[in-house]
């Protein structure tokens, strides 16, 4: 079963600075789908950045990014120049590629961000 | 206008009670999801219907019961209602998900609090 890692529950950032927060994966499947949502304190669940496994380039949204490492099974999120408005919970999510597709996303445990002023 | 919307937001009820959340989408897609978000903040698939038709029904109690009407709409029943059952509940929907990187859109949830 695939199963989805995000090591840190807490992270916090300096206004401006830029933040990475961490997540890792399990699957023997090699066609997958891999997600950031944020969840504001509002709760509603906005997504923030994709990646097809099977493109090698690196998925960019403004100031997110993310680092992409197939082999190690990682998948972390890069947030530059932070702003308030980026504090948030974060989930890491996984969906596998068509032979397997239900749609069924696979939420990590999420990671709780602070931007501090 | 709202792409998936949820009624109630909040609902308190006692145990042992049947309650039900509604959910709507006006995006056109086919699927939609319910999620279940628990104390911890976990977040985890309860059903799938496509087109209607239940494609997921992941570990959950059969006290719950996904009805589809029609493909817009998607709502969660759930008799004899539990302590535990207290959480967020999601609806999602998305296009095919065959497409596999189709986002999903979340409602904005409903926080069932059972006493």
């Known amino acids: 079963a695939q199963t989805v890692t995000q090591s840190q529950p807490e992270m916090s950032v300096q206004e401006a600075e830029t933040v990475t927060l961490s997540c890792t994966y399990d699957?023997?499947?090699?066609?997958?789908?891999l997600f950031w949502y944020k969840q504001p304190p509002s709760r509603q669940m906005i997504l923030v950045i994709r990646?097809?496994?099977?493109?090698?380039q690196n998925a960019t949204e403004n100031r997110f990014s993310v680092n992409f490492q197939k082999a190690a099974k990682s998948f972390s999120l890069k947030i530059s120049d932070s702003q308030l408005g980026d504090a948030a919970m974060y989930f890491c999510?996984?969906?596998?590629?068509?032979?397997?597709?239900?749609?069924?996303?696979?939420f990590g445990q999420g990671t709780t961000l602070q931007v501090k002023p | 206008d709202t792409a998936v919307s949820q009624t109630p937001k909040y609902l308190v009820t006692q145990m042992g009670n049947d309650k039900s959340i509604k959910c709507e989408q006006n995006?056109?897609?086919?699927?939609m999801y319910w999620y279940k978000q628990d104390s911890k903040k976990f977040l985890k698939i309860m059903f799938s219907?496509?087109?209607?038709?239940?494609?997921i029904n992941e570990t959950v109690p059969n006290r719950f019961s996904p009805k589809s009407p029609d493909k817009a709409h998607l709502n969660l029943h759930i008799n004899s209602l539990e302590l535990g059952d207290s959480a967020v509940y999601f609806c999602?929907?998305?296009?095919?998900?065959?497409?596999?990187?189709?986002?999903?859109?979340f409602g904005p949830g409903t926080r069932l609090t059972v006493l």
């Open positions: 990646q097809e496994a099977y493109k090698q």
């Open positions: 219907y496509n087109n209607k038709e239940l494609i």
């Open positions: 999602a929907s998305s296009q095919d998900p065959l497409a596999g990187d189709n986002e999903q859109f």
């Open positions: 995006l056109g897609h086919d699927t």
């Open positions: 699957t023997s499947e090699s066609d997958y789908y």
């Open positions: 999510a996984y969906k596998a590629g068509y032979s397997g597709n239900t749609g069924k996303l696979i």
